[in-house]
């Protein structure tokens, strides 16, 4: 298994630009999410989803969209970039069973916004 | 507000020795708790997690300890290796939508295992 997979690794964009950063995982996971990592800070949920198409808005949604067409992808878009956006994003997915948030995240996206 | 911090931004051990790396929470609500390993260029990794009916768990040289009392949340590596430098985060939540990804997570403590 590939396990849960991100690309771009890298990404810089202008101000006003759009782009898609794209998340797939092939374990057959029910929930997925999307975290945003800034520097010294710990993750904040931005979107999350808990099967194929239903998603729900956390912490930091403002400026992101996001659909969940299928069990394996869960695309995260940026609709106008701002640098306040800039940041290294993380995918994550979970089996959804039980309660235990036992979640494998992906390698991350860092997305620079000038 | 709510939030989950960690005590110390930086902690040094030798290699062999016992690490341990703490985490304070606030909210009185939450029920779960889970502690994140990330190495560096990587994406964090599930240590271990514990319930709020519990003090204390183990896993595989990881013991991760609760004190609702002083909303204290602890996690003790033994015998420290090279391979165990990371950030460390803690992350605290519901147990009923954890999995959702609701988690509130702390700032990271650092661990640099000195050879």
């Known amino acids: 298994n590939a396990g849960v997979t991100q690309t771009p690794k890298f990404q810089v964009l202008k101000t006003g630009q759009s782009m898609t950063l794209q998340c797939a995982q092939d374990?057959?996971?029910?929930?997925m999410s999307w975290y945003r990592q800034d520097p010294g800070m710990g993750l904040r949920l931005i979107h999350y989803s808990v099967g194929a198409g239903i998603t729900d808005q956390g912490e930091v949604p403002n400026g992101y969209n996001v659909s969940r067409s299928t069990t394996e992808d869960f695309p995260l878009r940026l609709l106008s970039a701002a640098p306040s956006q800039t940041s290294v994003y993380f995918c994550?997915?979970?089996?959804?069973?039980?309660?235990?948030?036992?979640?494998?995240f992906g390698p991350g996206t860092r997305l620079t916004v000038l | 507000g709510e939030s989950v911090g960690l005590h110390l931004p930086t902690l040094s051990v030798q290699e062999g020795d016992n690490s341990i790396i703490n985490c304070a929470y606030s909210?009185?609500?939450?029920?779960?708790f889970i502690w994140y390993k990330q190495e560096s260029g990587k994406g964090p990794q599930f240590i271990i997690d514990?319930?709020?009916?519990?003090d204390k768990r183990q896993g595989q040289r990881v013991t991760v300890l609760l004190n609702k009392t002083v909303k204290h949340l602890s996690l003790q590596i033994a015998a420290t290796q090279p391979g165990d430098s990371a950030v460390y985060f803690c992350?605290?939540?519901?147990?009923?939508?954890?999995?959702?990804?609701?988690?509130?997570f702390g700032q990271g403590t650092t661990l640099q295992v000195k050879p």
């Open positions: 374990m057959n996971h029910e929930y």
């Open positions: 992350a605290e939540g519901s147990y009923g939508s954890s999995n959702t990804g609701k988690l509130i």
């Open positions: 514990i319930r709020s009916n519990m």
């Open positions: 909210n009185s609500a939450s029920d779960y």
């Open positions: 994550a997915s979970s089996r959804g069973t039980s309660g235990r948030a036992e979640q494998f």
